[in-house]
């Protein structure tokens, strides 16, 4: 995980209730990334920030928000417009000049 | 723990035999990839990556084999042990895609003690 937390590890949400998850780093990483994991799937892009107060769309990025005021945090809000938020969510960061992300260890968010 | 590991590809070995774990990715143009190791309920880990202009690379006890002919990538274990179980996928990333990973589902190992 290095120096990247998620924050909280299990997060459980009512219905019509939005959420914000954390994610921190303190590589000095300038993108950061968050990503969806569902059971038998590959982990799939919701948003990502190359640069502080910049951010874009990933391929699943609907009923989700971000903000990047920092360039150690990436919050996650998600919003009641997100049909099916029960699952797996990671942050990842990398420096701007490789290729290599690392991960934390994820929030397990479960909607009641 | 997490259910990660739910209805994809599964590879058992005995502790102490090699594993192979296959990936086939799906650009050509692709020109960095990477393994990650999942364990039930935690981040993906780093295990080892390669660029297009090799086809090997060695780690402790892992070796990554590209075959960009046929858009295949390899992990190879020695030695597994019962540690090494977990969910391993595989990733790509092509030039210009901003640094974006494109992921594989993954393949479960189950190491037998």
């Known amino acids: 995980d290095g120096g990247i937390t998620q924050s909280p590890k299990y997060l459980f949400r009512k219905e019509g209730q939005n959420v914000t998850l954390s994610c921190e780093q303190n590589l000095n990483h300038d993108a950061m990334y968050w990503y969806r994991q569902d059971p038998g799937q590959g982990l799939r892009l919701i948003y990502y920030?190359?640069?502080?107060?910049?951010?874009q769309k990933g391929d699943i990025a609907e009923g989700y928000s971000v903000s990047r005021e920092k360039k150690e945090s990436f919050p996650l809000t998600v919003t009641s417009a997100q049909k099916n938020p029960t699952a797996f969510y990671l942050c990842?960061?990398?420096?701007?000049?490789?290729?290599?992300?690392?991960f934390g260890p994820g929030t397990r968010l479960t909607v009641l | 723990g997490e259910s990660v590991g739910l209805h994809l590809p599964t590879l058992s070995v005995q502790e102490g035999d090699n594993s192979i774990i296959n990936c086939a990715y799906s650009n050509s143009a692709s020109d960095y990839f990477i393994w990650y190791k999942q364990e039930s309920g935690k981040g993906p880990q780093f295990i080892i990556d390669i660029r297009s202009n090799m086809d090997k690379r060695q780690g402790q006890r892992v070796t990554v084999l590209l075959n960009k002919t046929v858009k295949h990538l390899s992990l190879q274990i020695a030695a597994t042990q019962p540690g090494d179980s977990a969910v391993y996928f595989c990733?790509?990333?092509?030039?210009?895609?901003?640094?974006?990973?494109?992921f594989g589902k993954g393949t479960k190992l189950s190491v037998k003690p």
């Open positions: 990733a790509e990333n092509t030039w210009g895609s901003q640094g974006n990973l494109i």
């Open positions: 990842a960061s990398k420096k701007r000049t490789t290729d290599t992300q690392y």
């Open positions: 920030s190359q640069i502080v107060n910049d951010f």
